[in-house]
């Protein structure tokens, strides 16, 4: 049961252009998202967050968009770079306790910029 | 300021084999997951330690088991190895977890081959 999607696998970008990552999830008590980066042969890299009373999150070029109504939220990369290259993953976590460290992942878009 | 390290870098077992993955927490982290990630898809949660106990659990077969040692470092046993456990193993700490934006730090992983 996939309950975040990255419906995306790929996105191609040039340089200096904005990135438009998107991710969907179905479960109405995910209350908190993170977004992660991954390169080849290194783990996951923490980039950004948002809980859910808030509908944005900035953080230098990096900015979460959260729709809650539309269980939709979107990472902005403005402006993109080469080293931007990578696998980006969406994570979700419910409000629950028995919900709490328990992060769903999606499957990852794969961003390439390209100069 | 040490991340999160992961031993080994790399195995390969046989079938029915048992196997012992090791984490060393971020600096002043006290809490650890663990995540398989196949190819191609997101990390799933297998379980997350607090406190020397199993605080959390995924939908992952009681072959899967770990520990939590005082220094907070964890280790991740597979039993009875099967082809498909064959996958990235991630260790991911973070700082009393559960208590509002808990954000998880992944290290490089453990990639795992069953022949």
């Known amino acids: 049961d996939q309950q975040v999607k990255q419906n995306s696998p790929s996105l191609s970008v040039q340089e200096g252009r904005i990135s438009i990552l998107n991710c969907d999830y179905t479960?109405?008590?995910?209350?908190?998202f993170l977004w992660y980066k991954k390169y080849p042969a290194e783990g996951p890299t923490f980039l950004i967050s948002?809980?859910?009373?808030?509908d944005k999150n900035e953080d230098g070029r990096f900015t979460v968009f959260l729709n809650k109504s539309a269980k939709h939220l979107s990472l902005h990369i403005v402006p993109s770079q080469p080293g931007d290259s990578a696998v980006y993953f969406c994570?979700?976590?419910?409000?629950?306790?028995?919900?709490?460290?328990?992060?769903?992942f999606g499957a990852g878009t794969q961003v390439v910029v390209t100069p | 300021d040490a991340g999160v390290t992961q031993s080994p870098t790399h195995l390969i077992k046989t079938r029915g084999q048992q196997v012992t993955l090791r984490c060393s927490p971020k600096?002043?982290?006290?809490?650890v997951s663990w995540y398989q990630q196949a190819l191609g898809q997101g990390p799933q949660f297998i379980f997350q330690?607090?406190?020397?106990?199993?605080?959390q659990r995924g939908n992952f077969p009681d072959r899967f088991s770990g520990h939590q040692f005082p220094n907070y470092s964890s280790e991740l046993n597979v039993n009875a190895l099967l082809l498909g456990d064959s996958a990235l193993y991630l260790c991911?700490?973070?700082?009393?977890?559960?208590?509002?934006?808990?954000?998880?730090?992944f290290g490089p992983g453990t990639r795992l081959l069953v022949l």
């Open positions: 991911a700490s973070s700082l009393l977890a559960g208590l509002g934006e808990e954000t998880q730090y």
């Open positions: 948002i809980s859910s009373i808030k």
């Open positions: 330690y607090y406190e020397e106990e199993e605080r």
């Open positions: 479960n109405s008590m995910f209350d908190y």
């Open positions: 600096s002043g982290h006290d809490t």
């Open positions: 994570a979700a976590r419910g409000v629950t306790t028995d919900s709490w460290g328990k992060f769903q």
